[in-house]
């Protein structure tokens, strides 16, 4: 159902970054002082990340945008990146000839239609999949899942989101309500941390 190019237009991979790429030094962008020395570079410019979130609402407005959606966001991390595609999903709608109502809501087992699920990450895949499985459980009509990234993963099993952001590399990222045991959260772009980062802000 959710995650098959059969039933949706493919629209790839996303924004494909590939392992060998070296991102965009810190000293280019700002970002809380209070992490300096965490970080590795910034892998998504925040500027880069809202535009690729407009055009994802755009991707799923003309594939869905006909019928009532319920937006369920995975959380915690999902938060930033649900509120700002509902956003421009409701951007597009206002300005448009047809109403499309959207409610959110979060990830809570009850009855539901058409349901598009937001989520952060995607990394194997088998959380997303045992999520799907609880929720077809309920018989919507339609299940679509958004991730804002996608790691290519050795382990993964080949689950694909409807709609990605951006394909990234394995690698351990933060900011843009993405955390490390809580910290980061306040980190517009999406940045790798780094060993010092970990060992700083380890548990």
């Known amino acids: 159902?959710?995650?098959?190019?059969?039933?949706?237009p493919d629209y790839g991979r996303g924004v494909v970054?590939?392992?060998d790429w070296p991102g965009y030094d810190l000293n280019l962008f700002t970002y809380p002082q209070h992490y300096y020395g965490d970080l590795e570079y910034v892998l998504i410019p925040h500027g880069i990340v809202v535009d690729r979130t407009e055009r994802l609402a755009q991707d799923i407005m003309k594939d869905i945008g006909n019928c009532d959606i319920m937006v369920l966001c995975v959380l915690k991390g999902g938060?930033?990146?649900c509120a700002d595609l509902v956003e421009h999903l409701k951007n597009i709608s206002r300005n448009s000839d047809q109403f499309?109502?959207?409610k959110v809501d979060f990830i809570r087992l009850k009855s539901y239609k058409n349901v598009l699920i937001v989520e952060d990450v995607v990394g194997t895949g088998r959380t997303m999949k045992a999520l799907l499985s609880s929720i077809e459980k309920y018989k919507p009509n339609m299940i679509k899942v958004a991730s804002l990234l996608v790691k290519r993963r050795p382990r993964s099993d080949g689950f694909r989101p409807d709609y990605v952001g951006f394909e990234i590399p394995d690698r351990f990222v933060v900011g843009y309500a993405l955390d490390y045991n809580?910290?980061?959260?306040d980190l517009n772009h999406i940045c790798v941390i780094n060993e010092h980062g970990?060992?700083?802000y380890r548990v």
């Open 1 to 8: 159902m959710a995650g098959s190019s059969e039933e949706a």
């Open 17 to 19: 970054i590939t392992d």
């Open 79 to 81: 938060y930033k990146f």
């Open 100 to 102: 499309v109502s959207l």
């Open 182 to 185: 809580e910290y980061f959260r």
């Open 198 to 200: 970990k060992e700083k």
